[in-house]
């Protein structure tokens, strides 16, 4: 099966900008998607095909790729942008998704 | 506006079934393809099981398969999810979400349908 790798958590200071990764097996060739999800909210697409952000989304929230590495950065962080992100790619017409990472911003 | 709204959620024992349904509004049902996402508590997202537009081509995660069927009836803009054999492990928040097929996002969710498997 396949396997995308995020980190558990990250931290950033408000104002700073926070980089959260996802890592997988030719993901430099495969679409990435990320989704912010709230405490008691549904998850909430925040990036489309790695570098799309969709209508709504502010401007601070950006994506690229690295090689097998999908990075979702959100600059000038705010205190609302504290939340857990998912990353998500297609394989085989079956959705993955990523572990998560907690952003914490203190 | 686009709406998903799920029923059908409860409290069920181990080896019991249940149906969960999607209804959907705001958008052309028969043009986008469905998801069933699974969400165990303080867990992270685990896709269940998708569906073409057409209802041709159906997808399951290898831990639902062979227990779970997706169904959609565009009629009635509304899509299924019948679990049967449930499990302990099966038990989460269980959202649809719509997409517009294979490689795309999937771009709205509903707010989610709890199951609870227990005994």
């Known amino acids: 099966s396949y396997d995308l790798t995020q980190p558990p958590s990250v931290s950033v200071s408000p104002g700073q900008t926070a980089t959260i990764t996802c890592s997988g097996d030719?993901?430099?060739?495969?679409?990435t998607f990320w989704y912010q999800q709230k405490p008691g909210q549904s998850p909430l697409l925040v990036m489309s095909k790695t570098t799309r952000r969709p209508p709504g989304i502010p401007e601070r929230f950006s994506g690229s790729n690295s090689g097998n590495t999908a990075i979702l950065a959100i600059s000038g962080t705010q205190a609302m942008d504290e939340a857990d992100y998912y990353c998500q790619a297609w394989d085989n017409y079956n959705v993955v998704f990523g572990g998560g990472t907690k952003l914490t911003v203190l | 506006e686009v709406q998903l709204l799920e029923s059908g959620g409860g409290l069920v024992k181990p080896g019991g079934s249940l149906r969960l349904s999607c209804a959907a509004s705001g958008f052309t049902f028969n043009k986008y393809s469905m998801n069933w996402v699974r969400q165990a508590p303080g867990k992270g997202l685990e896709w269940v099981s998708s569906?073409?537009?057409?209802?041709?081509?159906?997808h399951y995660a290898d831990s639902v398969k062979g227990r779970f069927t997706i169904s959609r009836e565009n009629a009635k803009n509304s899509a299924s999810l019948q679990m049967n054999s449930l499990r302990v492990e099966d038990s989460g928040i269980y959202y649809c979400?719509?997409?517009?097929?294979?490689?795309?996002?999937?771009?709205?969710w509903g707010q989610g349908a709890l199951v609870t498997v227990s005994s």
């Open positions: 030719n993901l430099e060739n495969k679409y």
């Open positions: 979400a719509r997409s517009e097929g294979d490689l795309t996002p999937l771009d709205y």
């Open positions: 569906i073409t537009s057409s209802g041709y081509y159906i």
